[in-house]
T-cell receptor, first 111, second 109 residues
Framework: DAGVTQSPTHLIKTRGQQVTLRCSPK?????VSWYQQALGQGPQFIFQ???????QRGNFPDRFSGHQFPNYSSELNVNALLLGDSALYLC??????????FGPGTRLTVT | AQSVTQPDIHITVSEGASLELRCNYS??????LFWYVQSPGQGLQLLLK??????LVQGIKGFEAEFKRSQSSFNLRKPSVHWSDAAEYFC???????FGAGTRLTVKP
């Protein structure tokens, strides 16, 4: 049973560019959440998707957007990248509101 | 405002010694409570969770945690620490998974 997978593993972008990160949930899970983890800090909740709709959103600007597909996989898009967007982006999946299981993350570096 | 506090940024214990990592929260009602562990460069692994019922919960790798409503705390414990337990530990609260800032555990041989 594959766990949560994320791609790519690492990514380097330039300020002002746009980026798309991808996540496949654990088998049987229908909910996907995204987190940003800056170096030395705890993960910060970006948003959560359920039934292809954004169900909850944290305190992140509209530059951060997402999508969930019918197969429950998800994408995180970040527009107009800033240096401060450099972080580890974590995807987590769950069955409804039960415990979340995390993927290994995508390390984004903005130069 | 909802918040999660892990008062200890860094803890060092000797191998074989007992461990307690603190977590305090501020929330409107009794929330879901979690402890996760993160090794360097890795994602987060769920150690244990509390939803309701028995306030002492057992997790993986010999960890346990106790929910104390009166103290708004959910402290993580392990009776005997192994060198492989060295990692970053995060407490998380609620459906929207508010995380604490983490406690880095160092284990001395």
């Amino acid at each position: 049973d594959a766990g949560v997978t994320q791609s790519p593993t690492h990514l380097i972008k330039t300020r002002g560019q746009q980026v798309t990160l991808r996540c496949s949930p654990k088998s049987g899970h229908d909910t996907v959440s995204w987190y940003q983890q800056a170096l030395g800090q705890g993960p910060q909740f970006i948003f959560q998707y359920y039934e292809e709709e954004e169900r909850q959103r944290g305190n992140f600007p509209d530059r951060f957007s997402g999508h969930q597909f019918p197969n429950y996989s998800s994408e995180l898009n970040v527009n107009a990248l800033l240096l401060g967007d450099s972080a580890l982006y974590l995807c987590a999946s769950s069955l409804g509101t039960r415990e979340q299981y995390f993927g290994p993350g995508t390390r984004l570096t903005v130069t | 405002a909802q918040s999660v506090t892990q008062p200890d940024i860094h803890i060092t214990v000797s191998e074989g010694a007992s461990l307690e990592l603190r977590c305090n929260y501020s929330y409107g009602a009794t929330p879901y409570l979690f402890w996760y562990v993160q090794s360097p460069g890795q994602g987060l692994q769920l150690l244990l969770k509390y939803f309701s019922g028995d306030t002492l919960v057992q997790g993986i790798k010999g960890f346990e945690a106790e929910f104390k409503r009166s103290q708004s705390s959910f402290n993580l414990r392990k009776p005997s620490v192994h060198w492989s337990d060295a990692a970053e530990y995060f407490c998380a609260v609620g459906n929207d998974m508010r995380f604490g800032a983490g406690t880095r555990l160092t284990v001395k041989p």
